[in-house]
């Protein structure tokens, strides 16, 4: 795991390198289909602190894109969040409604980013369009 230097982190912010920015608490993620749920992120608990630089990697289908789609709260149907806690700086973002989320999104707060690749990324592109989706699948929250 990266740390980056305590500098790097806007003091405006408020954000005490070291301190949970991010944290899992079994996270279970389930695509409701027609007749029967099937489970793409099965239990995931993990601490993101102030100054780390995460990164996911598994087997293809394991799950990771769902993961940071559930922890940047965009999830789009069949996905939804079946159990488990994402909190943001203590907070409950699964609980969070629109307008919160929009808040603790803001620049002032906390930025973080996401970049969902293919096997397109070997070729140079940075990013990837999902197949779920018409947008580039690179999310900028939080």
Do not use: N
């Not at 944290?23 to 102030?50: I, M």
């Not at 069949?78 to 929009?102: H, K, N, T, W, Y």
């Amino acid at each position: 795991m990266t740390t980056l230097d305590e500098q790097a982190l806007p003091a405006s912010e408020g954000i005490v390198a070291g301190t949970p920015l991010i944290e899992l608490e079994e996270l279970v993620v389930e695509y409701a289909l027609p007749g029967r749920r099937v489970r793409a992120v099965d239990g995931v608990s993990l601490t993101v602190h102030a100054g780390e630089i995460v990164g996911l990697a598994g087997e293809s289908g394991c799950g990771k894109s769902t993961a940071a789609h559930a922890i940047l709260r965009i999830l789009r149907p069949p996905a939804e969040i079946a159990s488990g806690r994402i909190l943001f700086r203590g907070e409950d973002a699964v609980g969070m409604s629109e307008q919160e989320l929009r808040r603790s999104r803001s620049p002032t707060r906390l930025r973080a980013r996401a970049t969902f690749s293919s096997s397109s990324a070997s070729t140079g592109r940075a990013c990837a369009r999902t197949p779920t989706s018409s947008r580039a699948a690179c999310a900028s929250a939080w």
